[in-house]
Protein backbone atom coordinates (compact mmCIF):
# COMPACT_ATOMS: atom_id res chain seq x y z
CA UNK A 1 0.00 0.00 0.00
CA UNK A 2 2.97 2.65 0.83
CA UNK A 3 4.47 1.95 -2.59
CA UNK A 4 1.28 3.02 -3.55
CA UNK A 5 0.78 6.34 -2.13
CA UNK A 6 2.75 9.49 -3.41
CA UNK A 7 5.67 9.81 -0.96
CA UNK A 8 6.37 6.66 -1.25
CA UNK A 9 5.51 4.98 -4.70
CA UNK A 10 9.38 3.42 -6.39
CA UNK A 11 7.58 2.80 -10.12
CA UNK A 12 6.47 5.98 -11.48
CA UNK A 13 6.07 4.39 -15.19
CA UNK A 14 2.49 5.00 -17.34
CA UNK A 15 1.45 2.19 -19.77
CA UNK A 16 -0.99 3.72 -22.11
CA UNK A 17 -3.31 0.89 -23.66
CA UNK A 18 -5.95 1.11 -26.21
CA UNK A 19 -7.10 4.83 -27.39
CA UNK A 20 -4.69 5.88 -25.40
CA UNK A 21 -1.52 4.87 -26.99
CA UNK A 22 -2.72 6.41 -30.11
CA UNK A 23 -3.56 9.77 -28.30
CA UNK A 24 0.16 9.41 -26.74
CA UNK A 25 1.46 8.85 -29.65
CA UNK A 26 -0.01 12.25 -31.46
CA UNK A 27 1.67 13.77 -28.66
CA UNK A 28 4.82 12.79 -28.92
CA UNK A 29 4.68 13.41 -32.74
CA UNK A 30 3.53 16.99 -31.85
CA UNK A 31 6.06 17.61 -29.24
CA UNK A 32 8.70 16.22 -31.74
CA UNK A 33 7.82 18.54 -34.34
CA UNK A 34 7.58 21.50 -31.68
CA UNK A 35 11.53 20.74 -30.78
CA UNK A 36 12.47 20.50 -34.56
CA UNK A 37 11.07 23.85 -35.10
CA UNK A 38 10.59 25.85 -32.20
CA UNK A 39 14.04 26.04 -29.82
CA UNK A 40 15.23 23.98 -27.13
CA UNK A 41 13.64 21.34 -24.91
CA UNK A 42 12.90 23.70 -21.90
CA UNK A 43 11.47 26.36 -24.46
CA UNK A 44 9.01 24.07 -26.09
CA UNK A 45 7.89 22.42 -22.46
CA UNK A 46 7.50 25.85 -21.46
CA UNK A 47 5.68 27.05 -24.20
CA UNK A 48 3.07 24.03 -23.64
CA UNK A 49 2.91 24.70 -20.09
CA UNK A 50 1.49 28.06 -20.78
CA UNK A 51 -0.92 26.54 -23.19
CA UNK A 52 -2.14 24.40 -19.90
CA UNK A 53 -2.36 27.55 -17.78
CA UNK A 54 -4.78 29.29 -20.49
CA UNK A 55 -7.06 26.15 -20.20
CA UNK A 56 -6.66 26.27 -16.79
CA UNK A 57 -7.66 29.60 -16.57
CA UNK A 58 -11.02 29.10 -18.90
CA UNK A 59 -11.56 25.58 -16.61
CA UNK A 60 -11.48 23.27 -20.05
CA UNK A 61 -9.30 20.71 -17.65
CA UNK A 62 -8.61 18.23 -20.83
CA UNK A 63 -7.63 20.36 -23.15
CA UNK A 64 -5.23 21.76 -20.54
CA UNK A 65 -4.21 18.30 -19.56
CA UNK A 66 -2.91 17.26 -22.86
CA UNK A 67 -0.70 20.46 -23.11
CA UNK A 68 0.70 19.72 -19.81
CA UNK A 69 1.65 15.97 -21.35
CA UNK A 70 2.95 17.46 -24.15
CA UNK A 71 5.42 19.94 -22.25
CA UNK A 72 6.69 16.50 -20.18
CA UNK A 73 6.99 14.70 -23.55
CA UNK A 74 8.98 17.21 -24.94
CA UNK A 75 11.41 17.28 -21.48
CA UNK A 76 11.56 13.79 -22.28
CA UNK A 77 13.27 14.07 -25.77
CA UNK A 78 16.95 13.86 -26.94
CA UNK A 79 18.42 17.61 -26.66
CA UNK A 80 20.00 18.78 -29.88
CA UNK A 81 23.99 19.35 -29.93
CA UNK A 82 25.33 22.05 -31.66
CA UNK A 83 27.11 20.28 -34.66
CA UNK A 84 29.98 23.13 -33.84
CA UNK A 85 33.34 22.37 -32.25
CA UNK A 86 33.80 23.45 -28.89
CA UNK A 87 37.07 24.64 -27.75
CA UNK A 88 38.90 23.69 -24.09
CA UNK A 89 37.93 27.05 -23.36
CA UNK A 90 34.03 27.41 -23.96
CA UNK A 91 34.02 23.50 -21.97
CA UNK A 92 33.26 25.29 -18.67
CA UNK A 93 31.36 27.31 -20.09
CA UNK A 94 28.81 25.13 -21.50
CA UNK A 95 28.52 22.77 -19.10
CA UNK A 96 27.44 25.68 -17.07
CA UNK A 97 24.91 26.21 -19.52
CA UNK A 98 23.80 22.51 -19.37
CA UNK A 99 23.42 22.53 -15.95
CA UNK A 100 21.61 25.72 -15.92
CA UNK A 101 19.33 24.59 -18.57
CA UNK A 102 18.59 21.17 -17.06
CA UNK A 103 17.91 22.87 -14.06
CA UNK A 104 15.47 25.19 -15.88
CA UNK A 105 13.92 22.17 -17.40
CA UNK A 106 13.56 20.37 -13.74
CA UNK A 107 11.48 23.14 -12.76
CA UNK A 108 8.82 23.14 -16.11
CA UNK A 109 8.66 19.03 -15.71
CA UNK A 110 7.78 19.60 -11.99
CA UNK A 111 5.23 22.52 -12.52
CA UNK A 112 3.93 20.50 -15.72
CA UNK A 113 3.26 17.46 -13.26
CA UNK A 114 1.22 19.62 -10.66
CA UNK A 115 -0.56 21.12 -12.65
CA UNK A 116 -1.86 18.07 -14.47
CA UNK A 117 -2.45 16.73 -11.10
CA UNK A 118 -5.18 19.53 -10.93
CA UNK A 119 -6.75 18.49 -14.13
CA UNK A 120 -6.75 15.10 -13.35
CA UNK A 121 -7.97 15.86 -9.82
CA UNK A 122 -10.97 18.06 -11.72
CA UNK A 123 -11.69 15.56 -14.29
CA UNK A 124 -11.91 13.04 -11.29
CA UNK A 125 -9.39 10.25 -12.71
CA UNK A 126 -8.21 9.98 -8.58
CA UNK A 127 -5.38 7.76 -9.49
CA UNK A 128 -3.86 9.84 -12.09
CA UNK A 129 -4.13 12.47 -9.57
CA UNK A 130 -1.82 10.51 -7.65
CA UNK A 131 0.76 9.43 -10.33
CA UNK A 132 0.94 12.98 -11.38
CA UNK A 133 1.92 13.85 -7.73
CA UNK A 134 4.43 11.47 -7.15
CA UNK A 135 6.57 12.48 -10.19
CA UNK A 136 6.35 16.04 -8.79
CA UNK A 137 7.08 14.81 -5.01
CA UNK A 138 10.44 12.60 -6.55
CA UNK A 139 11.39 16.40 -8.57
CA UNK A 140 10.48 18.39 -5.29
CA UNK A 141 9.40 16.85 -2.26
CA UNK A 142 8.14 20.33 -0.85
CA UNK A 143 6.02 21.34 -3.26
CA UNK A 144 3.07 21.85 -0.58
CA UNK A 145 0.46 22.08 -3.76
CA UNK A 146 1.38 18.06 -4.67
CA UNK A 147 0.72 16.82 -1.22
CA UNK A 148 -2.58 18.95 -1.14
CA UNK A 149 -3.92 17.69 -4.49
CA UNK A 150 -2.94 14.22 -3.32
CA UNK A 151 -4.55 14.56 -0.07
CA UNK A 152 -7.99 15.26 -2.10
CA UNK A 153 -7.03 12.33 -4.50
CA UNK A 154 -6.83 9.70 -1.47
CA UNK A 155 -9.75 11.43 0.84
CA UNK A 156 -11.91 10.50 -2.76
CA UNK A 157 -10.61 6.81 -3.10
CA UNK A 158 -11.38 6.94 1.01
CA UNK A 159 -7.83 5.92 1.51
CA UNK A 160 -7.67 8.41 4.27
CA UNK A 161 -5.38 7.30 6.54
CA UNK A 162 -2.66 7.91 3.61
CA UNK A 163 -4.53 10.97 2.94
CA UNK A 164 -4.39 12.54 6.65
CA UNK A 165 -0.11 11.33 6.51
CA UNK A 166 -0.12 13.44 3.13
CA UNK A 167 -1.96 16.29 4.35
CA UNK A 168 0.04 16.12 8.22
CA UNK A 169 3.45 16.54 6.02
CA UNK A 170 2.09 19.55 3.95
CA UNK A 171 1.05 20.99 7.16
CA UNK A 172 4.43 20.32 8.30
CA UNK A 173 5.86 22.00 4.98
CA UNK A 174 3.56 24.86 5.84
CA UNK A 175 4.39 25.80 9.38
CA UNK A 176 8.28 26.44 7.74
CA UNK A 177 9.34 30.13 7.52
CA UNK A 178 9.85 30.38 3.78
CA UNK A 179 8.27 27.56 2.66
CA UNK A 180 7.79 27.09 -1.28
CA UNK A 181 5.19 25.50 -3.23
CA UNK A 182 6.03 24.55 -7.04
CA UNK A 183 8.13 27.02 -8.83
CA UNK A 184 5.13 27.41 -11.39
CA UNK A 185 1.62 27.55 -10.67
CA UNK A 186 -1.41 27.21 -12.29
CA UNK A 187 -3.68 30.55 -12.75
CA UNK A 188 -7.02 28.64 -12.46
CA UNK A 189 -9.46 30.73 -10.53
CA UNK A 190 -11.90 28.36 -9.31
CA UNK A 191 -10.14 25.32 -7.60
CA UNK A 192 -11.01 21.88 -7.46
CA UNK A 193 -13.62 21.32 -5.02
CA UNK A 194 -13.62 24.71 -4.31
CA UNK A 195 -10.72 23.77 -1.80
CA UNK A 196 -7.66 25.14 -3.56
CA UNK A 197 -6.33 28.56 -3.24
CA UNK A 198 -3.97 30.87 -5.03
CA UNK A 199 -2.20 30.56 -1.17
CA UNK A 200 -0.03 33.65 -0.97
CA UNK A 201 0.86 33.43 2.16
CA UNK A 202 2.41 30.79 4.66
CA UNK A 203 -0.12 31.71 7.30
CA UNK A 204 -2.93 31.20 4.72
CA UNK A 205 -0.94 27.95 3.38
CA UNK A 206 -1.18 26.21 6.69
CA UNK A 207 -4.71 27.40 7.67
CA UNK A 208 -5.73 25.63 3.79
CA UNK A 209 -4.06 22.47 5.03
CA UNK A 210 -5.43 22.30 8.87
CA UNK A 211 -9.30 22.94 7.04
CA UNK A 212 -8.72 19.77 4.61
CA UNK A 213 -6.61 18.05 7.43
CA UNK A 214 -9.63 18.54 9.72
CA UNK A 215 -12.14 17.39 6.93
CA UNK A 216 -10.51 14.35 6.02
CA UNK A 217 -10.48 13.54 9.91
CA UNK A 218 -14.43 13.75 9.70
CA UNK A 219 -14.79 11.90 6.79
CA UNK A 220 -12.54 9.08 8.24
CA UNK A 221 -14.41 9.17 11.71
CA UNK A 222 -18.08 8.76 9.77
CA UNK A 223 -16.12 6.25 7.37
CA UNK A 224 -14.94 4.37 10.51
CA UNK A 225 -18.12 4.11 12.47
CA UNK A 226 -20.28 3.19 9.11
CA UNK A 227 -17.92 0.57 8.78
CA UNK A 228 -17.63 -0.62 12.54
CA UNK A 229 -21.49 -1.03 12.23
CA UNK A 230 -21.35 -2.62 9.15
CA UNK A 231 -18.85 -5.02 10.76
CA UNK A 232 -21.55 -5.43 13.58
CA UNK A 233 -24.71 -6.61 11.25
CA UNK A 234 -22.24 -8.49 9.60
CA UNK A 235 -21.28 -10.28 12.74
CA UNK A 236 -25.62 -10.16 13.53
CA UNK A 237 -26.11 -11.87 10.28
CA UNK A 238 -23.68 -14.42 10.65
CA UNK A 239 -24.61 -15.94 14.04
CA UNK A 240 -27.78 -15.95 12.73
CA UNK A 241 -27.62 -18.03 9.79
CA UNK A 242 -25.03 -20.67 12.39
CA UNK A 243 -27.67 -20.58 15.36
CA UNK A 244 -30.46 -21.47 12.39
CA UNK A 245 -28.71 -23.86 11.00
CA UNK A 246 -28.26 -25.16 14.33
CA UNK A 247 -31.96 -24.94 14.59
CA UNK A 248 -32.94 -27.01 11.19
CA UNK A 249 -30.15 -29.61 12.35
CA UNK A 250 -31.25 -30.39 15.29
CA UNK A 251 -34.54 -30.80 14.50
CA UNK A 252 -33.85 -33.15 11.65
CA UNK A 253 -35.15 -30.65 9.03
CA UNK A 254 -33.17 -30.83 5.29
CA UNK A 255 -33.32 -27.95 3.39
CA UNK A 256 -31.98 -27.81 -0.21
CA UNK A 257 -31.52 -25.07 -2.07
CA UNK A 258 -31.32 -24.98 -6.37
CA UNK A 259 -29.72 -23.09 -9.50
CA UNK A 260 -33.29 -22.05 -10.32
CA UNK A 261 -34.53 -20.42 -6.64
CA UNK A 262 -37.00 -18.13 -6.94
CA UNK A 263 -37.25 -14.44 -6.23
CA UNK A 264 -39.17 -13.90 -2.41
CA UNK A 265 -38.02 -10.31 -1.96
CA UNK A 266 -38.32 -10.60 2.52
CA UNK A 267 -39.92 -14.43 2.35
CA UNK A 268 -37.01 -16.80 4.06
CA UNK A 269 -36.80 -19.23 6.52
CA UNK A 270 -35.72 -17.87 10.07
CA UNK A 271 -35.44 -17.81 13.35
CA UNK A 272 -37.15 -16.27 16.40
CA UNK A 273 -35.15 -13.92 18.58
CA UNK A 274 -34.88 -15.59 22.18
CA UNK A 275 -33.00 -16.13 25.29
CA UNK A 276 -33.93 -20.08 24.30
CA UNK A 277 -30.65 -22.38 22.64
CA UNK A 278 -31.68 -23.02 19.56
CA UNK A 279 -30.40 -26.89 19.86
CA UNK A 280 -33.66 -26.74 21.87
CA UNK A 281 -36.16 -28.94 19.85
CA UNK A 282 -40.17 -28.85 20.34
CA UNK A 283 -40.04 -32.49 19.19
CA UNK A 284 -38.14 -33.77 22.29
CA UNK A 285 -40.64 -34.95 24.95
CA UNK A 286 -38.42 -34.06 27.52
CA UNK A 287 -38.38 -29.96 26.89
CA UNK A 288 -42.43 -29.41 27.79
CA UNK A 289 -41.69 -25.96 28.17
CA UNK A 290 -40.57 -25.67 24.91
CA UNK A 291 -41.51 -22.14 23.66
CA UNK A 292 -38.58 -20.02 21.42
CA UNK A 293 -36.75 -19.80 19.74
CA UNK A 294 -39.41 -21.06 16.85
CA UNK A 295 -38.85 -21.69 13.23
CA UNK A 296 -40.24 -19.64 10.39
CA UNK A 297 -41.08 -20.67 7.11
CA UNK A 298 -42.46 -19.28 4.34
CA UNK A 299 -45.30 -21.41 2.69
CA UNK A 300 -46.91 -22.58 -0.84
CA UNK A 301 -50.12 -24.03 -1.40
CA UNK A 302 -51.23 -25.45 -4.83
CA UNK A 303 -54.55 -26.01 -5.84
CA UNK A 304 -53.18 -28.38 -8.46
CA UNK A 305 -56.66 -29.02 -10.47
CA UNK A 306 -57.55 -25.86 -10.79
CA UNK A 307 -53.84 -24.68 -11.09
CA UNK A 308 -54.21 -22.08 -8.37
CA UNK A 309 -52.36 -21.31 -5.29
CA UNK A 310 -52.08 -19.50 -2.00
CA UNK A 311 -48.51 -17.91 -0.89
CA UNK A 312 -48.13 -17.32 3.10
CA UNK A 313 -44.50 -15.38 4.03
CA UNK A 314 -44.04 -16.86 7.19
CA UNK A 315 -45.91 -19.86 9.39
CA UNK A 316 -44.56 -20.94 12.32
CA UNK A 317 -43.18 -24.56 12.99
CA UNK A 318 -45.95 -25.10 15.56
CA UNK A 319 -48.80 -24.48 13.54
CA UNK A 320 -51.00 -27.05 12.67
CA UNK A 321 -52.01 -27.77 9.03
CA UNK A 322 -55.86 -27.83 9.78
CA UNK A 323 -55.60 -24.29 11.12
CA UNK A 324 -54.20 -22.90 7.81
CA UNK A 325 -56.33 -25.04 5.50
CA UNK A 326 -59.35 -23.14 7.37
CA UNK A 327 -57.98 -19.75 7.72
CA UNK A 328 -57.21 -20.50 3.49
CA UNK A 329 -60.86 -21.74 2.79
CA UNK A 330 -63.10 -20.48 5.04
CA UNK A 331 -64.31 -17.81 2.63
CA UNK A 332 -65.09 -19.21 -0.68
CA UNK A 333 -62.43 -18.98 -2.98
CA UNK A 334 -63.85 -16.53 -5.75
CA UNK A 335 -62.36 -19.27 -8.70
CA UNK A 336 -63.90 -22.42 -6.67
CA UNK A 337 -67.45 -22.15 -8.23
CA UNK A 338 -68.28 -26.03 -7.52
CA UNK A 339 -67.55 -25.20 -3.94
CA UNK A 340 -65.15 -27.86 -3.28
CA UNK A 341 -62.81 -26.05 -1.25
CA UNK A 342 -64.91 -24.16 0.87
CA UNK A 343 -64.70 -24.81 4.78
CA UNK A 344 -67.22 -22.70 6.48
CA UNK A 345 -66.40 -21.44 9.70
CA UNK A 346 -66.39 -24.15 12.95
CA UNK A 347 -66.56 -27.16 10.33
CA UNK A 348 -62.93 -28.46 10.72
CA UNK A 349 -60.74 -28.77 8.17
CA UNK A 350 -62.31 -32.45 7.25
CA UNK A 351 -65.42 -30.38 6.43
CA UNK A 352 -67.23 -32.18 9.77
CA UNK A 353 -70.24 -30.80 10.15
CA UNK A 354 -70.89 -29.38 6.17
CA UNK A 355 -73.94 -30.68 4.87
CA UNK A 356 -73.86 -30.39 1.23
CA UNK A 357 -76.66 -28.56 -0.77
CA UNK A 358 -76.63 -30.75 -4.03
CA UNK A 359 -74.98 -27.93 -6.44
CA UNK A 360 -71.23 -29.37 -6.39
CA UNK A 361 -69.90 -32.54 -6.84
CA UNK A 362 -67.64 -31.61 -4.16
CA UNK A 363 -69.71 -29.03 -2.08
CA UNK A 364 -68.55 -29.65 2.18
CA UNK A 365 -66.83 -32.58 1.94
CA UNK A 366 -63.35 -31.38 2.58
CA UNK A 367 -60.03 -31.38 1.04
CA UNK A 368 -56.46 -33.47 1.91
CA UNK A 369 -53.12 -32.24 1.53
CA UNK A 370 -49.92 -33.43 0.96
CA UNK A 371 -46.51 -32.95 0.19
CA UNK A 372 -43.69 -34.43 -2.11
CA UNK A 373 -41.04 -36.99 -0.52
CA UNK A 374 -37.13 -36.99 -1.00
CA UNK A 375 -37.40 -39.73 -3.72
CA UNK A 376 -40.44 -38.13 -5.72
CA UNK A 377 -43.17 -39.45 -4.10
CA UNK A 378 -46.29 -38.13 -2.32
CA UNK A 379 -46.83 -38.28 1.06
CA UNK A 380 -50.63 -37.34 3.04
CA UNK A 381 -50.81 -34.85 5.90
CA UNK A 382 -52.41 -35.44 8.63
CA UNK A 383 -54.84 -31.88 9.46
CA UNK A 384 -53.52 -32.31 12.68
CA UNK A 385 -49.80 -32.28 12.55
CA UNK A 386 -47.56 -29.48 13.17
CA UNK A 387 -45.55 -27.87 10.42
CA UNK A 388 -42.71 -29.24 11.78
CA UNK A 389 -44.10 -32.72 12.73
CA UNK A 390 -44.25 -33.16 9.01
CA UNK A 391 -40.73 -31.55 7.88
CA UNK A 392 -39.01 -33.68 10.61
CA UNK A 393 -40.70 -36.79 10.22
CA UNK A 394 -38.06 -39.25 9.94
CA UNK A 395 -36.47 -37.56 6.66
CA UNK A 396 -38.93 -38.20 3.88
CA UNK A 397 -39.80 -34.53 3.21
CA UNK A 398 -37.30 -31.71 2.55
CA UNK A 399 -37.27 -27.91 1.92
CA UNK A 400 -35.91 -26.76 -1.45
CA UNK A 401 -35.26 -23.49 -2.16
CA UNK A 402 -36.61 -22.52 1.21
CA UNK A 403 -39.97 -23.17 0.50
CA UNK A 404 -42.35 -25.27 2.12
CA UNK A 405 -44.25 -26.58 -0.50
CA UNK A 406 -47.75 -28.12 -0.01
CA UNK A 407 -50.81 -29.68 -2.38
CA UNK A 408 -54.41 -29.41 -1.64
CA UNK A 409 -56.71 -31.39 -3.49
CA UNK A 410 -60.58 -31.68 -2.95
CA UNK A 411 -61.17 -35.04 -0.95
CA UNK A 412 -63.32 -36.60 -3.76
CA UNK A 413 -60.99 -36.21 -6.61
CA UNK A 414 -57.97 -37.44 -4.77
CA UNK A 415 -57.71 -40.87 -6.43
CA UNK A 416 -58.27 -39.65 -9.94
CA UNK A 417 -55.43 -37.05 -8.76
CA UNK A 418 -53.14 -39.85 -7.50
CA UNK A 419 -53.64 -41.39 -10.46
CA UNK A 420 -52.76 -38.73 -13.21
CA UNK A 421 -49.58 -38.21 -10.76
CA UNK A 422 -48.74 -41.79 -10.96
CA UNK A 423 -49.09 -41.46 -14.70
CA UNK A 424 -45.82 -38.77 -14.35
CA UNK A 425 -44.11 -41.71 -12.31
CA UNK A 426 -44.49 -40.36 -8.69
CA UNK A 427 -45.04 -43.11 -6.24
CA UNK A 428 -47.44 -42.62 -3.56
CA UNK A 429 -46.36 -43.29 0.10
CA UNK A 430 -48.35 -42.68 3.58
CA UNK A 431 -47.48 -41.18 6.67
Known sequence: MMKRTPLFMTNLQETPTGDDEAAEENIQLEALRALQYEGTRAEVALGFKERGNEMVAEKRWK???????????????????????????????????????????????????????????????????????????????????????????LSALTRYPEALDTITRGLALT???????????????????????????????????????????????????????????????????????????????????????????????????????????????NNANYQTPELYFPLLILYPLHSRSDFIKRVAETTIFGQILEMLLQDPLPWDTEGEYHIPPGAGADGAGVEGNGKGKGKGKGVEIFMETITGGLIKIGKKMRVVDVLAGGGKVEVVDGVVKCFVVPRLRVGGWIEEMKGKRISLSSS
Do not use: W
Request: proline share 4%; glycine share 2%; charged share 30%.
Open 63 to 153: DAKEFYTKGIVALKQTPKHSEEPVTSEDAERVREGEEEEREKEKKIEEACYVNRALCNLELKNYRSTLTDTSHTLHLFPQNTKAHYRSSLA
Open 175 to 285: SLPNTTTNNTSSSSSNPPHQQQQNISSSSAKHQAFRTLYSRISALKTAHDRKEAQRFTIAGQQKKEHEDLNAALAVRGIKVRMTAKAPEMEDARIFLSSSSSSSSSSPNDD
